[in-house]
């Protein structure tokens, strides 16, 4: 009966043992970059990045070019970080939290961001609240942000083809 135990046993491990989790090889491994970078430059006086996750990436990003205040939320208790970045700085923003970049400067931002994954998926929260087909009940949204009904429809209605 031990000698039974003993072989199921060696079985599953054998078997646990071929299991991994990863990213798939990447489906590209090369990124061009746009044609205009003056369209890609966080605006001065406010260009933003609006708060968004990546569920499937830890962001890293790197500013060249004028100053950004970023940040990100952790979960339970919701505590947000927050810094200024000058050319040359370095900020990380973890998987799955909802992060910013804002441009705090009266001259363009530029920065650079890369993600851990292929796939890091991306969700903007307003347009995620507010701008879904079909739109969320304004009685759920009402009650979530304490906020009355007349307020939700107009922001679904700002947000409806965001």
């Known amino acids: 009966m031990k000698s039974f135990h003993f072989l199921v046993l060696l079985s599953l491990a054998l078997a646990l043992s071929f299991a991994s989790a990863f ?16 369209n890609a430059d966080f605006a001065p006086n406010g260009g933003l990045n609006p708060p968004h996750t990546h569920p499937r990436a ?3 990003l790197v500013v060249v070019e ?12 919701n505590r947000l970080f927050t810094k200024v970045l000058y050319p040359g700085d370095v900020f990380v923003f973890p998987i ?5 970049q804002f441009n705090i400067a ?13 796939n890091p998926g991306v969700i903007t929260i307003a347009n995620a609240i507010f701008g879904p ?7 759920v949204l009402a009650k979530a942000f304490q906020l009355d009904n007349d ?7 700002l947000f409806a083809n965001a």
């Open 96 to 100: 799955g939290l909802i992060h910013f």
């Open 58 to 60: 830890t962001e890293i």
């Open 23 to 38: 990213d798939p090889s990447p489906l590209q491994d090369f990124c061009v970059a746009i044609p205009e970078p003056k």
């Open 133 to 139: 087909n079909p739109p969320i009940n304004p009685d």
């Open 151 to 157: 307020a939700v429809v107009k922001l679904q209605k």
């Open 66 to 77: 004028g100053t950004l205040y970023v940040g990100f939320v952790t979960s339970n208790p």
């Open 106 to 118: 009266k001259t363009n931002a530029v920065a650079f961001a890369g993600l851990s994954s292929q």
